[in-house]
């Protein structure tokens, strides 16, 4: 797809240009369509197959008194600015509306939402998407609608977010960019902080902008959750000042020792980036600790055949509870260092020494994630 330039129709935040400067966050559902010729090319070689049928139609299926209004689903736009959010970015979305295109039952299509815009006099699809696009595909232009008229954006927003409230469908991303655009969200500065930190890390938060050079991570909450406990800020740091510098190592190390990953396991993430944590006072600082970790990294990739991809670790390691991932993940990490290190201190008096994680050590991290006090044995005799 070539390079989009976005038309903003409200007033976004700088993050949020940054966030959205490769994708459109104004267009209709025929053009969303055309974007993602995919999407179209799989559900026409699905009609092919199924041979010629009738396109589907609301006549007949109301009740005369209360005939619901019937819409024009190619007169209105998707503003992403505005909060909606798009019905085709996320894999998991776009299998779910081709299965609903596939048995598209206007019996069940419920209706959409549309916000009137007075000051514009435009019409935009804030909750519906999906349906609508659904329908679209079905060559299904008129669909049921409720239409509200909204003085402005400020007030289409509040609408979306007293509906993204309650709607556990939307995605974690889609909520994010909404906390990134608005300043006044409660959130907003723990987004700015999220997306800071993927950028000066070198990761993404979404498909779009995948590569070798910043690779996606996934998991919203998950990364708010390694900021908050492992990232290595001061814990008095507040949402609005977080630089998270331990995921930053993490993020190098993986990509260091990984060459040419494009996605890296948020389980994975929060594992690594709590080591980088526990282990802060017990190897070297600066160059001569992270060339250890790299070290230690490539070690436990090599170890096996199955710990040769990253995202096996989490089962490999036994860390694969969503809700341990840095305590069991630091504890695992610390218990395959004492593996792979195990004769390295043999002669070692005058240089900084491994450390050896104790049984009790690996066991208080099981259940809590700390630092440990630094080990004057370690150091070289001076």
Known sequence: MP?????????????????????????????????HPEILKEFDEWKLKKGPQVVPSFDGIFH??????????????????????????????????????????????????????????????????????????NGVFMVPATIRIVKDVADSRRLFNAQDKYNASISSYDKFLQ??????HNRHKMACDTWSIANSSGFCLDH?????????????????????????????????????????????LIKTTFVGIDEIPVSALEAITAFVHVSKNRIPSGKEGFTRLKEFMVLVRDSSKELGTLTNWST???????????????????????????????????????????????????YKI???????????NV
Do not use: C
């Open 208 to 252: 779009l902008n995948k590569s070798a050079e910043t690779p996606l991570v996934e998991g919203i909450s998950t990364l708010h959750r390694i900021i908050r406990h492992v990232g290595g800020d001061h814990k008095e740091t507040p949402w609005g000042e977080k630089r998270a510098p331990n995921i930053s190592t993490a993020v190098d």
């Open 370 to 380: 700390m630092q440990f006090s630094r080990d004057d044995s370690l150091y070289p």
């Open 64 to 137: 005369s008194n209360y005939t619901p209004t019937l819409f024009d689903i190619r007169k209105a736009e998707i503003r992403e600015d505005h909060g909606q959010r798009n019905a085709l970015s996320e894999r998991s979305r776009k299998n779910k509306i081709l299965g609903i295109a596939k048995k598209f039952d206007p019996m069940q299509f419920q209706p959409i939402d549309v916000d009137y815009l007075i000051h514009e006099d435009v019409f935009i699809i804030r909750d519906g998407g999906g349906r609508g696009t659904a329908a679209y595909l």
């Open 179 to 184: 906390q990134l655009l608005d300043n006044k």
């Open 316 to 366: 490999e390691l036994l860390f694969d509870s969503s809700n341990n991932y840095a305590t069991y993940g630091a504890a695992a990490l610390m218990k395959k260092w004492n593996e792979v290190f195990k004769n390295k201190n043999r002669g070692r008096t005058s240089s900084y020494r491994y450390v050896k994680w104790e049984p009790d050590e690996i066991e208080i991290i099981k």
């Open 3 to 35: 390079k989009l330039k976005p038309q903003y129709t409200s007033e976004v935040t700088p993050q949020y240009k940054q966030a959205t400067a490769n994708k459109r966050v104004r267009y209709t559902i025929e053009q969303n369509i055309k974007d």
